[in-house]
């Protein structure tokens, strides 16, 4: 108990902390790399490290406006720098990180190496390494160099694999001259073009091969490609200048320097952390208003080796981290920041997370995805992970939405330039979403991607927002994707094309209408827009699409309105009866370049229709307008105001004004921050084909389609390969109609199969197939082909013709 004058003093102390914590609305501290750990933190006595600054603005957190103003330099994090619970602010006092000059404070995972250079041997020179010292990633003067490898790296092969592959890059008379390969990586293109594989090297088998693990990064297993193919980290192929190799078993490395590099000035840095920065907590106790503003983070270690976790039946497998790292948070802000040169993902945004803003970055060069909204399995009702796998129907659970809130919601990525996605992996994406729900994705320039722009990975949750962004040069060394692209395997979904005898399955996890507005697209490998297996609910319109045109596959409820296909048209693939689809209100450049759909038996549309064709044919428009569509479509000029200048809106008399088309902004895609804008590149315009240049390949080539058993036969074009999951290399003849009871049918032959060889001969057309079937006589034959994206041999009888 507390008496007398003690009481006294006791009183007035107590009285004066609350004035002091009533008044004091904001508290600065300063970090500089000439400050010191033991200072107070103020202007003339910085703190020199985030992580003591951390510590000094913890006791303050949530009560005051904390600001740690962080000076230019480089920072090298000894650890990864953790944001728990505790470091935490509140709605009305923030703690902000904020760098003094935008880009200038440097958040390191590497370290700087002091080295002595001496020459070696062909332009190779030498220094000794620290021992125990391995080196992920070499940077001299802030540029990241390449590892010793073959094919050489040609900057020029922009959309080759890897910028130079090779066959034998692994050969067994390539490997002879390899002393010890072992920690050498194998990067191999999927078979089928579906992104890549990586393996580690292990050794030589005693006969010579070489040996090796991984392949675990793509989750469509189809095994590697047979050209394209190229290997690292070995040293016999250290050949080239900006090549480097690291003998860490006798602490040498050795590196062939650019002709303008001076290595006795020259800075070199090596990567040592996985992850910069992590927010680390959890739905019922979150990280919190906390912001980090202005940054460059640099220096994060490559993750190929640990992309090993599958998606819901996606094509794709994650690692699930990132140089940046938010797990369990609400209201985490990243701005204004750059990401440069990072060796896995840039940020990712991990399982329960509300509000996270990534606004004003560049994010550029990274050797994975950029920006990854990825949610746990944990909350997804039925969720499969193979594209194979297939639910038993009297099993789904048919409640809506998520089991639980471990995912990311109602966050956002705005005004970001994102750019050289993929350089190590190829299967990653400018802003991926998973598992995810009310992501925005706004104003943002997106290119230079080794596969997509933007990828959504499944339906579950939808609701999210793509808006006014510029998204091309994707999918630049892979094959059937699209610059954005999207896949719906969820809980309904069959691999085997089979439509769910309840369509109101497929909205129980895509529960929100996903919009795509206002933005411009260009794929020149596959579509502008993709709208993939199983994808349901999506609205799209206002979109300017340059070059891949739209398309949708398997699913519900796709509306596309008021969209412009320049030089392109529409795809419908594969659709489901009674899909509730619809598609009108467009400018197309061609007729519809359906694959499966529609055909006699009345697949269709809810609404196709009052569309502009600026070049047609009539026949084969014939069988679209047969089951309903385009009966009220027009075919003409749109007069363009400009289209030279990329302006795709109409003049005053367009036909496309009668049908209902509405004009939109054409010069206002992408980043609006004038630094970033200053930076960002934009996509070539087409010239739009003339009226009177007609039909396009794949229509002209209509009339080449053959009648053989009872069936119609077509030779494939272009994407129409996609539907099939083979590539126009391998060719095809698809059964695009089989009578019911026809010799063909009886021989075990269905609609939509893609016959790819005749007794081993290639058909890669109807003229191939026809001449094979001719030259067989009435001999049996042996037909190889696909069926549900799955190979099939049937053997087929013809019958004798009578004399």
């Known amino acids: 108990m ?4 003690r009481f006294l003093e006791y009183f007035v102390a107590c009285l004066f902390l609350a004035w002091s914590t009533h008044n004091v609305s904001a508290l600065d501290l300063y970090v500089s790399p000439s400050g010191n750990d033991g200072n107070d933190g103020s202007t003339t006595a910085p703190l020199a490290s985030l992580a003591a600054a951390k510590i000094a603005a913890c006791k303050h957190a949530g009560k005051v406006v904390v600001t740690i103003h962080v000076a230019d330099g480089t920072y090298y994090l ?38 002595k250079w001496e020459p070696f041997r062909d332009g190779i020179f030498k220094a000794a390494t620290t ?27 922009k959309t080759d694999a890897y910028q130079g592959c090779a066959a034998d890059a692994f050969s067994k008379l390539r490997a002879a001259k390899w002393a010890d390969p072992v920690d050498g990586y194998i990067h191999a293109m999927h078979s089928q073009s579906w992104g890549g594989y990586h393996y580690r090297i292990t050794g030589k088998g005693t006969n010579g091969e ?48 650019e002709a303008v590099t001076d290595l006795t000035k020259a800075k070199v840095e090596v990567v040592r952390l996985k992850h910069l920065v992590e927010f680390q907590g959890t739905e019922a106790d979150p990280v919190h208003e906390i912001t980090l503003s202005g940054f460059l983070f640099r220096h994060a270690a490559r993750t190929f080796m640990e992309t090993k976790e599958p998606l819901l039946r996606s094509d794709w497998t994650i690692y699930r981290g990132g140089a940046v790292m938010l797990t369990g948070t609400k209201d985490i802000h990243i701005l204004d ?47 499969l992970f193979e594209y194979n796998q297939q639910q038993d129907p009297a099993g789904i659970d048919k409640t809506p939405g998520p089991k639980d809130n471990n995912y990311p919601a109602d966050c956002a990525v705005e005004d970001c330039l994102i750019h050289g996605i993929g350089r190590v992996e190829r299967q990653p994406s400018g802003v991926q979403i998973s598992m995810a729900q009310s992501i925005t994705v706004k104003d943002c320039s997106i290119y230079d991607c080794a596969r997509s722009g933007i990828n959504i990975g499944d339906g579950c949750w939808g609701g999210h927002l793509i808006e006014g962004c510029d998204v091309f040069d994707t999918v630049l060394e892979t094959h059937d994707h699209g610059s954005f692209n999207s896949w719906g395997r969820d ?10 005898e309840v369509p109101e399955l497929a909205f129980l996890d895509a529960v929100k209408t996903t919009e795509i507005r206002n933005s411009r697209w260009r794929c020149d490998h596959g579509w502008d827009i993709d709208l993939d297996d199983g994808s349901t609910n999506y609205d799209i319109h206002d979109n300017l699409l340059l070059r891949g045109g739209l398309k949708f596959r398997e699913g519900y409820r796709r509306r596309a309105w008021n969209n412009v296909l320049v030089n392109e048209y529409f795809h419908p693939h594969v659709w489901y009866r009674n899909s509730d689809d619809e598609f009108f209100n467009n400018i197309v450049m061609g007729v519809h370049h359906g694959v499966g ?40 000029d749109p007069l363009f105001i400009d289209p030279a200048k990329g302006d795709f809106r109409v003049r005053e008399g367009s036909p496309a004004l009668k049908l209902g088309f509405k004009n939109f902004p054409m010069d206002s895609f ?93 058909t890669k057309g109807v003229a191939d197939f026809m001449k094979a079937v001719r030259e067989a006589g009435d001999q049996r034959l042996e037909i190889r082909l696909v069926r549900n994206q799955k190979p099939l041999r049937i053997t087929v009888t013809q019958k004798k013709k009578s004399p």
């Not at 507390?2 to 004058?5: D, L």
């Not at 630094?675 to 084909?689: C, D, G, Q, V």
């Open 131 to 157: 021992p125990g010292l391995r080196i992920d990633q070499l940077f001299i003067d802030g540029k990241c160099q390449r590892m010793a490898r073959y094919p050489n790296y040609d900057a020029s092969k």
């Open 78 to 115: 000894p650890e990864t720098l953790v944001f728990t619970p505790r470091d935490s602010g509140s709605t009305q006092a923030p703690v902000i990180y904020k760098a003094e000059k935008e880009w200038g404070a440097i958040l390191s995972g590497g370290s700087h190496l002091d080295l």
């Open 337 to 383: 920041s750059e990401f440069d040169q990072l060796g896995g993902n840039a940020l990712f945004v991990n399982g329960y997370n509300r509000g996270t803003l990534i606004k004003g970055c560049n994010i550029h060069d990274t050797g994975a995805s950029g920006v990854c909204f990825v949610g746990q399995p944990s909350a997804v009702r039925n969720p």
């Open 670 to 762: 992408g980043v609006k921050k004038p630094a970033l804008k200053a930076l960002a590149k934009t996509p070539e315009i087409p010239t739009p084909a003339s009226h009177s240049e007609g039909m396009t390949p794949a229509q002209s080539n209509a009339s080449k389609d053959e009648s053989w058993m009872g069936m119609k036969l077509h030779g494939l074009q272009g994407e129409e390969f996609s539907a099939f999951g083979t590539t126009q290399e391998e060719g095809g003849v698809q059964i695009t109609e089989i009578a019911a009871g026809s010799d063909g049918e009886r021989a075990g032959l269905k609609d939509n199969d893609l016959i790819l060889a005749v007794n081993d001969n290639p």
């Open 210 to 257: 070489i040996t090796y693990e991984g392949g675990w990064q793509n989750n469509r297993q189809m095994g590697m490609s047979a050209r394209s193919r190229m290997v690292e980290n070995i040293f016999e192929e250290l050949d080239a200048p900006g090549e480097w190799f690291h003998d860490s078993k006798i602490g040498t490395l050795y590196y062939m320097p």
């Open 2 to 5: 507390i008496h007398g004058r």
């Open 597 to 636: 759909v529609p055909n006699k038996n009345g697949v269709k549309g809810k609404l196709v229709d009052n569309n502009l064709f600026y070049t047609g044919n009539p026949k084969a428009q014939r069988k679209f307008i047969n089951v309903g569509w385009d009966q009220n479509s027009l075919e003409g």
């Open 491 to 500: 809980r309904y979904w069959s691999s085997d094309r089979q439509a769910p």
